[in-house]
Nanobody, 119 residues
Framework: QVQLVESGGGLVQAGDSLTLSCAVTGRTLSTYRMGWFRQAPGKEREFVASIGWSSGSTLYADSLKGRFTISRDNAKNTVFLQMNNLKPEDTAVYYC????????????WGQGTQVTVSS
């Protein structure tokens, strides 16, 4: 079983940077993949980025590549999302998620952390 807790959200100005953290408790398998998703009011949940826990291989939504960076600290069981040059369109609840690499679905989800970007 895996539990995820996001933190680091808040209210920022357009152009600011912000780093989100996801603390992972329980066993994190070497074959797990970690992901960040976001959901704005009235919109579907959207993929942001993912990283292989052991391999460190990363994937990004095309629209965010180069502006957002996903990383992890294996020793601290923590996943990060570094967000640069934030825009009002980035306003959303950001969720951390996890799945075994043998599955296509993310089975484990955090409660989310709110990011609000003002103009």
């Amino acid at each position: 079983q895996v539990q995820l807790v996001e933190s680091g959200g808040g209210l920022v100005q357009a152009g600011d940077s912000l780093t989100l953290s996801c603390a992972v408790t329980g066993r994190t398998l070497s074959t797990y993949r970690m992901g960040w998703f976001r959901q704005a009011p009235g919109k579907e949940r959207e993929f942001v980025a993912s990283i292989g826990w052991s391999s460190g291989s990363t994937l990004y939504a095309d629209s965010l590549k180069g502006r957002f960076t996903i990383s992890r600290d294996n020793a601290k069981n923590t996943v990060f999302l570094q967000m640069n040059n934030l825009k009002p369109e980035d306003t959303a609840v950001y969720y951390c998620a996890a799945r075994p690499i043998t599955q296509s679905r993310y089975d484990y989800w955090g409660q989310g952390t709110q990011v609000t970007v003002s103009s």
